[in-house]
């Protein structure tokens, strides 16, 4: 029943409507100008040749820039909506703590921290690969854990992205003693609003689990920085489920997480009834 009613909840949430509403009007190429007294203009290239640029501006202003007033021309990675530029969330490919169907595209990568003491590096290969991996940095502790993530998105058609990866995690000292999960990943609709469905299987030396952990989750956009993100475990070992809610605050190349965790069982508690959870990403490479 507890499984049943998130399932309801969440897919009420996250309608077809919510999950399309973005995706008028939208350009392909945004640019920021700076120009030599440090004023900036967000819009799109019209043409260029050796002497100026033809520019259109978000609030459809065109203008001819000689190149010599142009500090700087950068390719954003935003889009523009309706005559309004929305940047794009840094940490798109990442709900919480488990993957979206969405690849890190080729040239990209980040620079992500959990919970202070889990960092990890990632890049993407051809639109296709991602590679991802760290190790732990937990005070005291004679072995920490190193952790490895590759991870392929063979089918992108649209507003839906399917992917296939594998976690494994061990110890420095015996990290052939490890264990992780291999999943699969889809993520349906735009980056502003999407629901996330995925399948991992449990695997430790060579066994692997015959009944996979479900996983349901989604992001709903707030505002030009502001995302909801909920993520949901359902382990088929319990009827306790994992989930969590909380916000994504981001800017052009970095995103900050706060969330909270708990799980459906009763917990004896007189505190805080949550498990916090803070995430730290820092996107670089080419947009």
């Known amino acids: 029943m507890r499984c049943s009613a998130l399932l309801l909840l ?50 459809n202003i065109t203008m001819r820039v000689p190149k010599l007033q142009i500090a700087r021309m950068m390719l954003l990675s935003g889009i523009v909506v309706d005559g309004e530029y929305r940047r794009s969330d840094p940490n798109s490919t990442r709900l919480f703590f488990s993957p979206t169907g969405r690849a890190i595209g080729n040239g990209q990568g980040y620079f992500s921290a959990y919970e202070i003491f889990f960092p990890s590096i990632a890049v993407g290969i051809g639109d296709v690969v991602s590679l991802s991996g760290g190790i732990s940095l937990l005070p005291g502790v004679e072995s920490q854990i190193i952790y490895f993530a590759p991870k392929v998105t063979p089918l992108h058609i649209h507003n839906f992205d399917l992917s296939a990866g594998i976690l494994f995690a061990g110890g420095t000292r015996r990290a052939s003693s490890g264990g992780g999960i291999v999943y699969g990943v889809g993520t349906y609709g735009s980056e502003d609003n999407s629901l996330t469905m995925g399948l991992g299987w449990a695997f430790s030396g060579g066994d692997l689990s015959s009944r996979p952990i479900v996983l349901l989750g989604g992001e709903i956009r707030l505002s030009n920085s502001i ?29 900050a997480d706060l969330g909270f965790a708990r799980t459906s069982a009763k917990m004896v508690t007189s505190g805080f009834p949550f498990i916090p959870w803070i995430g730290f990403t820092y996107n670089f490479g080419a947009h």
């Open 227 to 255: 995302k909801l993100i909920s993520e949901n475990w359902f382990p088929p070992w319990t009827d306790v489920i994992i989930y969590s809610f909380g916000l994504r605050f981001f800017g052009e190349n970095l995103a």
């Open 10 to 59: 969440i897919f009420a949430i996250f309608t077809p409507s919510a999950l399309a509403q973005q995706d008028s009007s939208r350009s392909a190429k945004v640019y920021r100008l700076t120009l030599n007294d440090g004023s900036e203009i967000i819009g799109t290239i019209i043409k260029e040749d050796t002497l100026q640029v033809e520019f259109q501006s978000i609030s």
